[in-house]
């Protein structure tokens, strides 16, 4: 995992070496804290590009980097959460269905449907109640 991290700029790319986006930061950032990696130079550099980088509705994989984003922030804690939150809630509440059910926008997602999107949408704006035992602090 940080091989894939950008020390320098912050980030995390899918490969070593590949440009950093938002989903692969949030992926990154989550498995380090995972491990108990709290300070690592990778984890400090990109918690910030995260933080200013939040997934976009239209950006591929965004439920998984809007999911794993609110989980990283949150996991980190602070101002940085605080901050960042309602950004990545009114992003995710933008897209909410009449039903109530969200649908991925893109092709990245849409073939995993709705019960996909709309848990992991859930999930995300649920984790400051740490309903799943991992992220419970």
Known sequence: VKRCANRQRGGFAYQPGNGPSATMTAAGITALQVCGVTDAVELTASVPYLATRLPRYRDRYFFYGNYYSCVALHQHGG???????????????????????????????????????????????TVEYGYLPIYQK
């Open 79 to 125: 101002d940085v959460w605080e901050n960042s939150k309602e950004a990545a809630f009114r992003e995710l509440l933008l897209r909410q269905n009449r039903d109530g059910s969200w649908t991925a926008g893109d092709g990245s997602e849409k073939g995993y449907g709705k019960a996909y999107a709309t848990s992991l949408a859930v999930l995300a704006l």
